[in-house]
């Protein structure tokens, strides 16, 4: 279940596998993969806080660096299931929460590590959907999808809003957004 796709500068893509719970750099001429982040076959050790499961979203932040370094940002359900059925006996959680997430690969070492994480105030367990987007001024947007919230972020963590996108109760399901965004507009 393939969820996001984004093209990098070096014409290579990043593609985000839900259900392997995995990031993949693809080869655009040929197909094959230049690595793997996360799920069972990952080609970079995790450091603590790193592993995520069922994501969406997964962007590049900055390409390679002179320092072998890739930035991405992605958003962590952390839980598998479904939100119309609750997922039963298939339902499959891995952290308490969903959370936003930028992480730093470094390909020299083969190591990703947590640079920042984004908690939801109400500590929503997303089941499905979600999006991150860095901000020009380096704070943070995420959409908490199948909750119907979203919330914007300083560049620290700290939530500025959390906002529901429907005041009736979410448990009737009624409210689900896929991606978010904020940008300027005029109508």
Do not use: C, M
Request: hydrophobic share 30%; glycine share 12%; charged share 20%.
């Amino acid at each position: 279940h393939i969820n996001s796709v984004t093209k990098g500068i070096d014409g290579h893509y990043l593609v985000s596998a839900r259900h392997a719970s995995t990031v993949y750099k693809i080869n655009s001429t040929d197909g094959s993969v230049i690595w793997r982040l996360g799920g069972s076959r990952s080609d970079f050790t995790l450091g603590p806080e790193v592993e995520f499961g069922f994501q969406h979203h997964a962007r590049l932040l900055n390409q390679v660096d002179n320092n072998g370094v890739t930035t991405i940002t992605l958003f962590d359900n952390a839980v598998y299931g479904s939100e119309s059925g609750g997922g039963g006996d298939k339902e499959v959680q891995i952290y308490p929460y969903s959370r936003g997430k930028i992480l730093k690969l470094d390909h020299h070492t083969r190591h990703a590590a947590l640079e920042s994480s984004f908690i939801p105030p109400d500590l929503l367990l997303v089941k499905s959907q979600g999006s991150l987007q860095t901000l020009p001024n380096g704070n943070v947007f995420i959409n908490w999808g199948s909750e119907g919230a979203v919330t914007e972020f300083s560049s620290d963590g700290e939530p500025l809003y959390h906002a529901y996108l429907d005041s009736r109760p979410l448990s009737r399901g009624d409210v689900q957004n896929y991606r978010a965004f904020r940008a300027n507009w005029t109508g």
